[in-house]
């Protein structure tokens, strides 16, 4: 639920940036803002780097990185350090390992399924670093145990599948570092995602075709036998290729780039599909493009004004503080971020590849064997997790009430809940989210 909103009527949130002014006996309440991003943006774009001092934009942002990261790990505790062995994760613990006397502590986790397993590529970067390695894979009650106390770690609905082995991680390793450093912000202000990568390619498809060679392509896409080629394409390394090419069939048919956008960051843009057809359809707040950004930089600020804080970072606060571990995220220092937006997009994203600066800076620690393009980051198996080990748990929540929310059609979502189970369609995400919903509205609503 995106700031400043709450679950709960007349109950807010401050955005962030912002601070509550009290005074006279709680008389007077004032929201201040004290750090603008959009301010921050148009200011420093106005004095942007020259495009041809890549290699100074490396030096300086990796200073920055260093002293940042030292400065987080002030600490009267053990600290440690999340490694999924992507980039992000894997400079923070690279600068952290070539900064301390001992070896620091990694955490990862591992799946069963191969498509989201990631725990080798950690395990190859810990053993480069020499670091204190600590892999945790799920086990069925793990994934059991914690949804049963979901409301209490989040406090409202939050359904990003990748909460579980968030949680599950922290929990591990509370018994071995109370403050951990995350590598979150890196795709954010750097140009990690897919969405940024392929976005000209996708808007001129959805902007530029005519509509009927448009429909032609949806109806050719459609068609194609996804999940016969899946097991031959994920040879090739093209993980979960149903889900992409889904994706990209809706992302064709878009009216506007700020709808576009809506539909990237979204599971599932078919509402009729679960909701009750008179339901308002203005789900997402009016965004609003920064003039004189290119489409990729507009995408990147609404990340970092809506889906960093209100999902990446809400995931990762509240696993690590309901099991007493603090997160740092030495890619959000304020100073970072200053300095992200006076780097020129070409030195962030070229040639449909990602956090080119960052990369480059890696490779001063890492050799670049272990620097690899795909990171799924904590995702999890989630359509298959309803199928097996969340099934009996899914069952009960659907089947003892009629849906409680209003919005939500109760026969629209069991047809989609009983074509997920015969896998007749992948709809993990979006289940999951009316499950989460669902459980909540069942135990924890007063």
């Not at 069925?140 to 599948?161: A, C, K, Q």
């Not at 929990?171 to 912000?185: F, N, P, T």
């Not at 809506?262 to 997402?284: E, Y």
């Not at 004004?305 to 690590?320: E, F, S």
């Amino acid at each position: 639920v995106s700031s400043p909103n709450s679950i709960y009527k007349y109950i807010f949130k401050l955005n962030p940036g912002h601070y509550l002014k009290i005074s006279n006996s709680f008389s007077e309440m004032n929201i201040k803002c004290y750090w603008n991003i959009k301010k921050i943006i148009q200011e420093n774009k106005k004095i942007i780097h020259k495009p041809n001092n890549f290699y100074e934009n490396k030096n300086y942002l990796k200073s920055l990185l260093e002293k940042t990261v030292i400065k987080q790990t002030i600490s009267d505790v053990q600290i440690g350090s999340f490694l999924s062995g992507g980039i992000d994760s894997s400079i923070i613990s690279s600068i952290l390992q070539n900064n301390s006397s001992k070896k620091i502590k990694t955490f990862t986790v591992g799946f069963n399924d191969k498509n989201f397993d990631e725990s080798k590529q950690a395990r190859d970067v810990s053993k480069f670093l020499g670091t204190d390695h600590y892999e945790f894979f799920i086990k069925d009650t793990d994934i059991l145990n914690f949804v049963e106390n979901l409301g209490d770690i989040y406090s409202e609905p939050f359904s990003d599948s990748s909460q579980i082995p968030t949680y599950l991680i922290a929990k591990l390793m509370r018994k071995e570092a109370k403050v951990i450093l995350s590598g979150d912000g890196g795709d954010e202000f750097y140009g990690g995602y897919n969405r940024y990568l392929y976005l000209n390619l996708i808007n001129f498809m959805s902007q530029k075709l005519p509509k009927r060679i448009k429909k032609k392509l949806n109806l050719i896409l459609k068609i194609i036998p996804i999940r016969f080629l899946n097991k031959y394409l994920a040879l090739l390394n093209i993980k979960n290729f149903e889900n992409k090419i889904t994706k990209l069939i809706n992302f064709i048919d878009t009216e506007s780039e700020v709808d576009l956008y809506n539909k990237m960051i979204s599971l599932n843009s078919d509402r009729n599909l679960f909701l009750n057809s008179d339901l308002n359809n203005n789900f997402f707040e009016k965004k609003e493009f920064i003039n004189d950004l290119k489409i990729e930089e507009n995408f990147m600020y609404f990340d970092q004004i809506d889906y960093l804080p209100n999902d990446v970072l809400t995931k990762v606060d509240r696993a690590t503080m309901f099991n007493s571990v603090e997160s740092r995220a030495p890619f959000l220092d304020h100073k970072l971020i200053e300095n992200s937006w006076k780097i020129p997009l070409q030195h962030k994203i070229k040639k449909n590849k990602g956090k080119i600066l960052l990369r480059e800076i890696l490779n001063d620690y890492v050799p670049k064997k272990f620097i690899k393009d795909g990171k799924a980051g904590f995702a999890i198996p989630i359509d298959n997790l309803l199928r097996t080990n969340l099934k009996t748990w899914a069952e009960d929540i659907f089947h003892s009430s009629t849906l409680i929310n209003d919005h939500l059609n109760y026969e629209k979502v069991k047809v989609l809940w009983e074509k997920h189970k015969k896998k007749q369609i992948n709809a993990g995400g979006i289940l999951w989210s009316i499950l989460v919903l669902q459980n909540w509205l069942l135990n924890y609503q007063k």
